[in-house]
Every structure is written in structure tokens, then in C-alpha cells.
């Protein structure tokens, strides 16, 4: 119950609404990005979603289209999440970064640092029971862990009240064989994970 601004009895802070973060993102001037973009690529999906599902950063489609995952590799997230039995619209999709790094570069500690208070607002608002961390950077911001995705992915994790768990990113994994048949493995593993209620 609230008793004051925000505060709920326990004292807890109340998660601020999914489309108050958005109006605030599309604003956002809090670092250099803000110049070179088309769109803030908040987030996609189902706010109520058991899964939430966290990219690096957006690409030229997403940024062109203001939607996470909607290019190449977005097509491979989407086969990914049909062998965990889920449809894109089961689960909310984001990214550590809401704009895009010029050429695709990876992101600097000040972006991530400036950006991930949205994050964080959009985890306290969706609640979902599994993280699942696409690549190095998302599972080092998750995590607060310097240990590589190679070791971490198809391992269950915990951060905070969150399962969570690791896998490669699927651009990593469109060409490489190898980390594609993990990838397809560790989705398959999540499904299962959901399927048991786990
Ligand atoms: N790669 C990401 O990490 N996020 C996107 O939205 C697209 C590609």
C-alpha cells in the first residue's frame, strides 16, 4: 500500500510506470548518442513477461525502426525463442544501450553508466522471473561480473531476485558454428527451465 510519495509501506520504492521510462528515454540527452541517432530504441514486448531479454545495443534497422532485434539477428532471436517454445510477444526484449554507437562499436563505460538507469526502472517494472543475458556486455552489467559469457552461458545465475541466465549473443553466433549449436542448446534449456516452473 502507498503511504507517501512513491513509498510503500515496507518502505520499499515503488517501480516507476513502463511508459513514464519511455517518454523520459526519448528525451534523453544524457550522453553523446543522443546526437547521432534516429530513434531511442527503448524496449519491445510484453510488460508483464516472465522473461525479459537484454541485448547490447541497438544496430542501424533498430535504430532506423526504434525496435530492438529487428534485423539479422533479431530474425535468429526470434527462431532462438520458438525453441524455448516463446513468441516475441511473450517476452519484453531491451538493450543495455537505447541508442546506437556510431558503426556499431561497443559500448563505453560513461554510455553504460549514463543508460542503464532505464534498464534498471524497466527490470523493476516487468518483475520477470528470468534475465536472459545475450552476450559479454549485458552479462557483465547484469551480473557485476567480470567472467566471460564462454564460461557463464547455459548456466543459471542469480542476481538480486532474478534468475538469471547467460548466452551468447546470436550475432556472435549467425556464423559460427560452434556457439550456435550452444545457443540453440541453452534456449532449449530455457524452455525447459519455464516448462518446470523452475
Ligand atoms: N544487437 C543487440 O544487441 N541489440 C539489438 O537490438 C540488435 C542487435
Given amino acids: 500500500m502507498e503511504t507517501q510519495a512513491g513509498k510503500t509501506q515496507a518502505g520499499k520504492t515503488q517501480p516507476i510506470p513502463l511508459d513514464e521510462l519511455a517518454r523520459d528515454a526519448a528525451a534523453c540527452r544524457r550522453c ?8 531511442v530504441v527503448f524496449g519491445v514486448g510484453n510488460p508483464q513477461a516472465r522473461v525479459l531479454i537484454v541485448g547490447e545495443a541497438p544496430g542501424k534497422n533498430e535504430d532506423l525502426q526504434g525496435e530492438p532485434f529487428v534485423g539479422a539477428a533479431g530474425q ?5 525463442l520458438a525453441a524455448a517454445g516463446l513468441m516475441r510477444q511473450d517476452v519484453y526484449i531491451a538493450n543495455v544501450l537505447k541508442c ?3 558503426g556499431n562499436r561497443d559500448p563505453l563505460p560513461e554510455e553504460i553508466e549514463a543508460c542503464t538507469p532505464y ?7 516487468i518483475n520477470p522471473e528470468f534475465i536472459v543475458t545475450l552476450g559479454n556486455f549485458s552479462t557483465k552489467f547484469i551480473l557485476k561480473t567480470e567472467v566471460g559469457i564462454t564460461r557463464l552461458h547455459g548456466t543459471l545465475q542469480q542476481a538480486g531476485r532474478f534468475k538469471v541466465f547467460p548466452v551468447f ?3 556472435a553466433a549467425i ?21 518446470e516452473g523452475l
Fill in 169 to 171: 549473443h546470436p550475432a
Fill in 32 to 39: 553523446p548518442l543522443c546526437e547521432g541517432r534516429t530513434h
Fill in 76 to 80: 535468429y532471436l526470434n527462431e532462438l
Fill in 100 to 102: 546506437r554507437p556510431p
Fill in 119 to 125: 534498464l534498471r526502472g524497466q527490470t523493476r517494472a
Fill in 175 to 195: 556464423y559460427d558454428r560452434t556457439k550456435r549449436e550452444l545457443l540453440e542448446q541453452d534456449f532449449r534449456t530455457l524452455g525447459t527451465m519455464l516448462g
